[in-house]
Every structure is written in C-alpha cells, then in structure tokens.
T-cell receptor, first 113, second 110 residues
Framework: DSGVTQTPKHLITATGQRVTLRCSPRSGDLSVYWYQQSLDQGLQFLIQ???????AKGNILERFSAQQFPDLHSELNLSSLELGDSALYFC????????????FGPGTRLTVT | GEDVEQSLFLSVREGDSSVINCTYTDSSSTYLYWYKQEPGAGLQLLTYIFSNMDMKQDQRLTVLLNKKDKHLSLRIADTQTGDSAIYFC??????????FGAGTTVTVRA
C-alpha cells in the first residue's frame, strides 16, 4: 500500500459525459501527478500540482482539467468523453516538486461506452 | 528527447536470476526508476538510482547504470513466482515528470 488513494476504482460512462476522478496523496506529500495508462500509448504524464498550484503539463487534452485543493487532494476532470479516453488513470504523489520519488495510487479504470 | 526502451517479454525459471534491460536517451535525467505492476494493480516503486551512481543494491534487487551507454538494468536474484509482473523503467525529466518505457512482462515458470 503506497498510501495514495484514488476513487472510484472503476467507472463506466457513455461518450459525451463528464467524470471526476479523485486522489488523496500520501500524508505529508505536497505534489500530485496524474498519468494515463492505455494499451496504445503506454504510461503518459498528464499534469502536476504542487501545494495547490499547477507546476507542469504533459500530454493533457483540453477536455481534461485538474485541480489541487487546500487539503492537498486532487481531482481530474474529464469532459466530452470519447471512446479513446478509456484507460487507467493513476495519481502519484511526492514530498516535493524537485524530489521525484513518486508513489502511485491503485488507479481508476475508466471505460467509455 | 525522451524515449525509454525496454524489451517486452522475459521468461525465467524460478530460482534463477532475471535481468531486465532499459535504454534511455535523455542524458540530463537525474533519477532512473524501476516500478513493478502486478495484474489489476497500481505501480509499485521498487528502487531508483541517482545518475551519479553506477550501482545500487537493495536485497534481491541490483540496479546497474551505464551513463555512457544510457543503459539501465535491474537484476532480480532468486526469482520467485511472486515476481511475475510488468516492470517499468522510468527516467525523471526536469524534476517533475516521469517518462516510462513500455514495460517488460516477466513470467516466472516453475
């Protein structure tokens, strides 16, 4: 158990819908990272937050957004969902932004039908 | 650029050593990581090595880093059935994002 929690574990929704994935980092970690794992693209970095502020963006679509709240939990919002958005979404956390021992949560499996 | 490459499959007999290889292209990587993913589970951080080190040992795991060739390997001694999983090599870029390889599926046979 990494100490990072993610909810829900599974999510099934229809195309065009919007969903919110939630992540709670390990106690004491200030940085949260979101990754997408799909069969065709592998593990891709989406976005990072540090202490409530966006720090870095990767291959994140404009239909996707995220935020980190004052209690340091983070949410990833996916809208106008397409079939190709079906994937495992992982959240990871680390103590600080520069120290990159990232600990991963169990993931949320999103299926878009 | 960022491109981490790994072989896709490795089959090993129980009790033998496993060696998983990885090459990376970004010479500015500061940390290199090995993660393990079991079926239906998240990524477990196994070990990491800082770029100024050549070797790191942690119980049954040995990481070797050849900076000149940009080659990283993970050796698992006395491989057990519980070691069957997908192993990802990753490099850290710019201190925030991890760039992952495609993963090596390790199958341990009795």
């Amino acid at each position: 158990d990494s100490g990072v929690t993610q909810t829900p574990k599974h999510l099934i929704t229809a195309t065009g819908q919007r969903v919110t994935l939630r992540c709670s980092p390990r106690s004491g970690d200030l940085s949260v990272y979101w990754y997408q794992q799909s069969l065709d693209q592998g593990l891709q970095f989406l976005i990072q937050y540090y202490n409530g502020e966006e720090r870095a963006k990767g291959n994140i679509l404009e239909r996707f957004s995220a935020q980190q709240f004052p209690d340091l939990h983070s949410e990833l919002n996916l809208s106008s969902l397409e079939l190709g958005d079906s994937a495992l979404y992982f959240c990871a956390s680390s103590v600080a932004s520069g120290r990159t021992e990232q600990y991963f949560g169990p993931g949320t499996r999103l299926t878009v039908t | 650029g960022e491109d981490v490459e790994q072989s896709l499959f490795l089959s090993v007999r129980e009790g033998d050593s496993s060696v998983i290889n990885c090459t990376y292209t970004d010479s500015s990587s500061t940390y290199l990581y090995w993660y393990k993913q079991e079926p239906g589970a998240g990524l477990q951080l196994l070990t990491y090595i800082f770029s100024n080190m050549d070797m790191k040992q942690d119980q049954r795991l040995t990481v070797l880093l050849n900076k000149k060739d940009k080659h990283l390997s993970l050796r698992i001694a006395d491989t057990q059935t519980g070691d069957s999983a997908i192993y990802f090599c990753a490099e850290s870029l710019n201190d925030y994002k991890l760039s992952f390889g495609a993963g090596t599926t390790v199958t341990v046979r009795a």
